[in-house]
Nanobody, 124 residues
Framework: QVQLVESGGGLVQTGGSLRLSCAAS????????MGWFRQAPGKEREFVAA????????YYTNSVRGRFSVSRDNAANTVYLQMNNLEPEDTAIYYC?????????????????WGQGTQVTVSS
């Protein structure tokens, strides 16, 4: 079965950087789009970034565009989220997810597989 394991979260000051990783297993990683989502306390899970099967196409929510960068290494079955210039509003649990198709997908409903999440806390 598909397994997704996130790592790289932690506590960082405003303006700092973190790099999240998500290691996938269970099926052919290079065939499927990957996404990053986040959920802050008391809020719904929201889309952050997505990347298509080849890595050629990416998409970001407006609040992170220009600060975050999503990438993937298909040989390593891993997707990354580089987060720069972090703000307190970025504090949340970050989840990676895998779609059932290769093209970029933007909503939680389009991702059947999810990791357990990793906490990112940005202090002011």
């Amino acid at each position: 079965q598909v397994q997704l394991v996130e790592s790289g979260g932690g506590l960082v000051q405003t303006g700092g950087s973190l790099r999240l990783s998500c290691a996938a297993s269970g099926r052919t990683f290079s065939s499927y789009a990957m996404g990053w989502f986040r959920q802050a306390p008391g809020k719904e899970r929201e889309f952050v970034a997505a990347i298509g099967w080849s890595g050629a196409y990416t998409y970001y929510t407006n609040s992170v565009r220009g600060r975050f960068s999503v990438s993937r290494d298909n040989a390593a079955n891993t997707v990354y989220l580089q987060m720069n210039n972090l703000e307190p509003e970025d504090t949340a649990i970050y989840y990676c997810a895998q779609a059932d198709v290769g093209g970029v997908r933007l909503t939680t409903y389009e991702y059947p597989y999810w990791g357990q999440g990793t906490q990112v806390t940005v202090s002011s």
